[in-house]
């Protein structure tokens, strides 16, 4: 059908923004690998293209169920051009970044006075672990119905959908400041504060920045639910709205748009790893084999 | 003993509580420390050295019975101490210097001071050329050295060190032991130092205390009166062997 033009529509396609981001990604908390970890990744991106087109020519797969790259690409410039993209995209960051402020203030928040306190932690736990237990889908309509179809509904379930995963990791990096470094600061009289800002901060935040990891890619997830349930603005409602009218390239364009978003995330997460934990290169590098984006 | 004490513990036990009837570690210590004195504490394993450096440190309350530096009753962690640790017990995310200067900066010292003594510390322990190195870019004697400098920067009048060296190879450890003596020599400090190495013990101090087995009771109170300044080649002395027989056969 179009193959001729797909080598040339590689340079400027959704799926070369996403090489950017991909080695972006991969590249800030890997300085070391930095070279190599280049060359496969764009490789990796190119089979996927070529299987895209691939799939399209052999299967024979209409438009309407599955749009080439290039289609989606003028999609996306056409949803550019008319400024649709530009907007729904800023509400969606908007309620993810809200979101996830209110979801980490409250998680590190609970979580640094239940690593404090075995009583607090035994009487909240049940409460922590159910809240964990109901998805957050089922309560997205709640959160609507109560709260209405703007912007507070969506940051609350931006703020439920991170605040688990931070809360977790805030625990366990308080909990994970060596007793012997303790001592040390009692016996040299440091003050509740002091301890805080130079044992317990510097300490934790390797775990609790693993946490915010998550936390950003899952914010991105509840942006969108909570646009799916209700909303007039946003991804997520301009994801249903392109489903409703078979646009099928501009679910598409909103798809690829969320991962860019949730990827930049991270890397600003990643980033600001690399900024505060250079003193601890390795750790670094064996968290990175575990990397919940890739699923995305 | 000569001096006043700086440091008695009197009748002092402790008991951890552990669910059957507790286990009881420390057994009615009684001892005391003159200024200026450097004490070593052998004993066995488990006998109970460590629970009783950091009681003396005032991280944890005795069962019974009490502890007294400069005269007054240690009732949480008394100024005026140094403590190191087993291991370096630095902290990794900070430099060789802002490591020594932490307990300046707790005390809220101005960064013009802290800066002159880190100079002075790094000078004593002989770490120059690497006050900004990080932790993980240091040796085991290296670390163990800045934990020194750190113990010492707001200069205490006792310095407890639960095994200091314990964790370095043998030779590393006759080293940082004459280094220690040195670092000693040149500012008198009272010194609590909990050992397994008898050789160190005899090299470094005036008096060594023998723990018995768990509960520990001074088994044995040694005093070593080696000639100093004490050099490398004095543990091949007659004196030294025997010494070194008498300790071996306290420790049991």
């Known amino acids: 059908m179009h193959g001729v033009s797909c ?40 089979l996927g293209v070529f299987l895209w087109y691939a799939l399209i020519w052999l299967g024979g797969v209409q438009p309407f169920i599955l749009p080439a790259p290039h289609q989606v690409w003028g999609r996306f410039l056409r949803a550019l051009a008319d400024g649709s993209l530009a907007g729904h995209s800023w509400v969606t960051l908007q309620e993810v970044l809200a979101g996830l402020a209110l979801g980490a203030a409250a998680a590190m928040l609970f979580g640094y006075a239940l690593a404090k306190s075995t009583v607090l932690e035994k009487f909240l736990a049940p409460y922590v672990v159910a809240s964990q237990a109901v998805p957050t889908v089922a309560i997205a309509p709640l959160l609507v119905i109560w709260f209405g179809p703007g912007l507070a509904s969506k940051v609350l379930v931006c703020a439920l959908i991170v605040f688990f995963p931070i809360l977790i990791n805030t625990v366990v990096g308080v909990r994970s400041v060596p007793e012997d470094l303790r001592d040390l600061m009692r016996s040299l009289h440091a003050s509740r504060a002091q301890t805080f800002r130079l044992l317990e901060l510097p300490a934790a935040l390797p775990v609790l920045l693993g946490g915010f990891r998550i936390g950003a890619t899952l914010a991105v997830i509840g942006a969108v639910v909570g646009e799916f349930v209700g909303a007039d603005r946003g991804l997520g409602y301009l994801l249903s709205v392109a489903r409703g009218q078979y646009d099928v390239a501009l679910v598409f364009v909103a798809v690829f748009t969320l991962i860019a978003m949730a990827l930049s995330l991270y890397g600003l997460v990643a980033l600001a790893e690399r900024a505060t934990l250079g003193w601890q290169r390795q750790a670094e590098q064996s968290r990175m084999t575990f990397n919940p984006t890739e699923k995305n | 003993m000569t001096g006043k004490a700086l440091l008695e513990v009197i009748r002092l036990s402790t008991t951890f509580r552990n669910g059957n009837g507790g286990l009881h570690v420390l057994d ?83 960064n013009g001071a802290a800066a002159a003594k880190s100079r002075e510390m790094v000078e004593l322990v002989g770490l120059q050329g690497f006050e900004e190195a990080l932790p993980r870019d240091l040796s085991g004697g290296m670390a163990q050295r800045v934990a020194i400098a750190r113990a010492l920067a707001h200069d205490p009048d006792l310095l407890l060190m639960d095994e200091p060296f314990g964790a370095l190879d043998a030779i590393t450890r006759e080293r940082m032991g004459l280094e220690l ?35 520990a009771r001074v088994s044995m109170e040694l005093t070593v009166d080696l000639p100093r300044p004490r050099l490398d080649e004095l543990r091949y002395t007659p004196e030294f062997a025997a010494l070194s027989r008498r300790l071996r056969d306290a420790i049991r």
């Open chain 1, 7 to 46: 080598p040339g529509l590689l340079r400027g396609s959704f799926v070369s923004r996403m090489a950017m981001n991909k080695d972006l990604m991969t590249n800030f908390p890997l300085s070391a690998r930095r070279g190599r970890a280049l060359a496969p990744g764009a490789f990796a991106l190119a």
């Open chain 2, 28 to 110: 009615g210590l009684d001892f005391s420390v003159a200024e200026y004195q450097f004490v070593a504490l052998l004993g066995p394993s488990g006998s109970g050295k460590s629970t009783l450096l950091r009681t003396l440190a005032g991280l944890l309350p005795p069962s019974r019975g009490r502890v007294v530096f400069k005269g007054q009753r240690v009732d949480g962690p008394p100024r005026g101490v140094g403590y190191v640790f087993q291991n370096a017990n630095l902290m990794p995310w900070r430099t060789v210097e802002e490591n020594i200067t932490l307990p300046l900066e707790l005390a809220g010292a101005a």
């Open chain 2, 181 to 215: 003596l040195r670092i000693w020599e040149a500012r008198r400090k009272t010194v609590l130092m909990v050992t397994h190495d008898i050789a160190e013990a005899l090299m470094l101090a005036d008096r060594a205390l023998v723990f018995s087995e768990r509960p």
